[in-house]
């Protein structure tokens, strides 16, 4: 049987390294994406920012004390969406059988590497890389082994900027001695279990008689995680399925103790998956709610129509209705609306509000606040991407007492100058953050 080649690409701190890109005057600084609210987490840190051990998903108040001189901004995700763009078209280029991840990474098996030789996947590996860089501009590594598990680690060995081919006959040897904890599906839970028995790496797990793991993890999961502590896995790479929902949620600097408040969020949710639904050319049968409580109490509701539809207006009066009945005592911390129960070919109609969601007198809500990267009546932030009649493209450093200092820079200037202005100068105007790419 001819050798099978799976490759895994993972673009390297992809938001911070997009936000390098497109601001060069940030390229060898610590950069944290997120946002600036007391339960903000930080959705992307650069390179330079992990040094101080900055990381993605810990709150930005500890990452800002970790890493006081970084940069913060707002994430732009209509410029990530683009440079993901790029990236996946160049894999479809290279393999017909590409599996995508997530925004920033994906699998190949590219059907001109069965069978070769780890110097050939190499050589493909250096070209895709190269490839990457010439479609973005950003830095990606690649990792190369007989399955999907070996090469997502393969990949991870290769960070950053890197590429690592772990070839069948070395596979053992490279994974042997790494923390137990890189397998897929070994959590805290399995790796606190596994600690208990002496079983701290790949290769000691390998090692443990079938049965003592079964004991320990269960026969299913036990099973898959033996075989891929042993190097064999055997799942194919292919294209995923649509998703099954559509959601949006949030979590509020401060909790939230009107209904009006929770009413008006809510709104906001069902807006932002009513995008997402259009987007994908479905309609919804489902209206879920989620509502978490200042003490972290969860709860959800549920409701279900005979006919999908796209309709906002039915949407958003279900979301509001189901809202009423699981807001607990106290405050809101977090409101989560997703559309599930998806079809095509949408028919027109879809929830019939019930008497007490149409009352006579329509209910009043305040004005949906705008998203980060339309055009909004609100002041300049920080990371704001906006033009000038005449220094062109920039974004915005600092802004307060009423002026603001702009950094007048894209990816091809270079660093560019700092200018400060009136925040009220008629020739700012907000701007597409993808014209940061020219």
């Known amino acids: 049987m001819s050798a099978r080649w799976v490759l895994h690409l993972d673009m390297d701190a992809f938001f911070a390294a997009s936000e390098q890109l497109t601001r060069p005057t940030l390229r060898d600084r610590p950069v944290l994406v997120g946002g600036l609210g007391p339960r903000a987490v930080v959705a992307g840190a650069s390179y330079q920012a992990r040094v101080f051990g900055a990381r993605s998903a810990m709150p930005m108040g500890q990452a800002r004390r970790l890493c006081p001189h970084a940069v913060v901004l707002p994430a732009r995700f209509t410029l990530y969406k683009e440079l993901s763009s790029r990236v996946m078209a160049v894999l479809a280029d290279a393999s017909p059988v590409l599996e995508p991840v997530s925004i920033d990474e994906a ?4 059907p001109a590497l069965a ?11 250096m070209r895709l890389r190269a490839d990457v860089r010439a479609a973005t501009g950003l830095p990606a590594s690649v990792g190369a082994g007989s399955g999907k598990q070996p090469a997502k680690i393969a990949s991870e060995l290769a960070k950053p900027d890197g590429l690592r081919v772990v070839a069948p006959d070395v596979e053992r040897e490279v994974l042997g001695p790494l923390p137990v904890r890189s397998l897929w599906g070994v959590g805290p839970v399995a790796e606190a279990g596994l600690r208990k028995l002496g079983v701290h790496t790949i290769g000691e797990l390998a090692a443990m008689d079938l049965r003592e793991v079964h004991g320990l ?6 099973t898959e995680l033996h075989r891929l502590a042993r190097g064999i896995d055997e799942r194919p790479v292919a294209p995923r399925g649509a998703a099954k929902q559509v959601s949006a949620e949030t979590t509020f600097d401060i909790d939230l103790t009107a209904m009006a408040a929770v009413h008006d969020a809510v709104a906001r949710m069902t807006e932002a998956a009513h995008r997402r639904l259009v987007a994908s050319g ?13 003490d972290f109490t969860t709860s959800s509701r549920s409701e279900t129509a005979g006919i999908a ?11 509001q209705r189901l809202a009423r009945t699981a807001v607990p005592e106290g405050g809101v911390r977090l409101i989560g609306v997703s ?12 929830f019939e509000p019930a ?5 006579a007198a ?3 809500f305040a004005d949906p606040a705008p998203e980060h990267d339309a055009p909004a009546e609100r002041p300049w932030q920080a990371g704001d991407d906006l033009a000038h009649a005449e220094h062109g493209h920039g974004w915005v450093q600092g802004a307060g007492h009423g002026r603001i200092t702009v950094r007048f820079e894209t990816r091809s200037t270079g660093p560019g100058r700092a200018r400060t202005f009136a925040a009220d100068d008629p020739a700012l105007r907000r701007a597409d953050p993808l014209a940061s790419l020219a």
């Open 339 to 350: 559309l599930a129960g998806l079809t095509d070919d949408p028919p027109p109609a879809l």
């Open 355 to 359: 008497p007490e969601a149409a009352p």
């Open 362 to 364: 329509p209910v009043e």
């Open 107 to 110: 699998f190949l098996e590219p």
């Open 309 to 319: 539809s796209t309709d906002l207006g039915a949407l958003t009066a279900v979301a």
């Open 282 to 294: 479905r309609a919804a049968r489902t209206v879920t709610v989620k509502v978490r409580s200042a």
């Open 217 to 222: 993890l269960g026969t299913a999961i036990g």
């Open 115 to 125: 069978g070769a030789s780890a110097a050939d996947v190499e050589r493909f590996g």
